[in-house]
């Protein structure tokens, strides 16, 4: 079945700390890769999104991941956080067999000022 | 302004009275979908739709259903609500699947909770 796992549940770092969380997912084909966040009270909002080229991909605010295709990851990190960045955060993988786009169980980051 | 809008933002119902949560959106997106997000779990997907009359079943379908009657609108209709599909809704559209335009944009939620 296809699938998708966040490592982490709740991150809880200190402003200017490296951020580094963990996805994986199930094989199923050609895949695109996103990464969204949600502020509280706020609906989802695109950081990044890999499709293909340069697994190293960048997105808004500082955010980056990697998609590594061995592995079946697509982790996502930023060098310093903020404590702006406290918020959701969901890993999501477009089947594009079946079409169906599923996301992981979020991780929550606080970040302490 | 592109944009998925959905209404109600919030909702409180009874048990077993039908409603409907509309969703719109304004791109000419061909895919249309339905989450619930509960805590801990993410987001499910309940529905979708890649086109207008080509619905399908997500991972938890049942006690809900949709129409894609026109290409903008999506609802979701709950025949029968019970208190287990108390949770926070989101619709999403999506241009075609696999291009580089895919990217699924987000109506703000409707907020459920049956009493």
């Known amino acids: 079945a296809q699938s998708v796992s966040q490592h982490n549940h709740h991150v809880i770092l200190s402003e200017a700390a490296s951020l580094e969380l963990g996805c994986n997912y199930s094989?199923?084909?050609?895949?695109?890769l996103f990464w969204y966040v949600q502020y509280p009270g706020q609906h989802l909002q695109l950081l990044l999104k890999y499709f293909s080229g340069d697994p190293l991909v960048k997105g808004i605010k500082g955010f980056e991941a990697e998609f590594i295709k061995s592995k079946f990851s697509f982790n996502l990190r930023k060098p310093s956080v903020q404590w702006s960045d406290t918020a959701e955060y969901f890993c999501a993988v477009l089947y594009n067999q079946g079409g169906k786009l599923i996301f992981g169980q979020g991780t929550e980051l606080s970040v302490k000022p | 302004e592109a944009q998925v809008t959905q209404n109600p933002r919030y909702l409180i119902t009874v048990t077993g009275k039908k409603l409907t949560v509309t969703c719109s959106q304004n791109?000419?997106?061909?895919?249309m979908s339905w989450y619930r997000q509960d805590p801990g779990l993410g987001l499910r997907q309940i529905y979708y739709?890649?086109?207008?009359?080509?619905?399908d079943k997500g991972d938890v379908p049942e006690g809900y259903k949709v129409s894609r009657k026109e290409k903008r609108n999506f609802p979701l209709i709950l025949e029968s609500p019970s208190p287990n599909q108390t949770s926070l809704y989101f619709c999403?559209?999506?241009?075609?699947?696999?291009?580089?335009?895919?990217?699924?944009?987000f109506g703000q939620g409707t907020r459920l909770t049956v009493v």
């Open positions: 739709s890649m086109n207008v009359e080509v619905t």
């Open positions: 999403a559209s999506s241009a075609i699947l696999g291009t580089t335009n895919t990217e699924a944009f």
């Open positions: 094989y199923g084909g050609t895949v695109n």
């Open positions: 791109m000419n997106h061909e895919y």
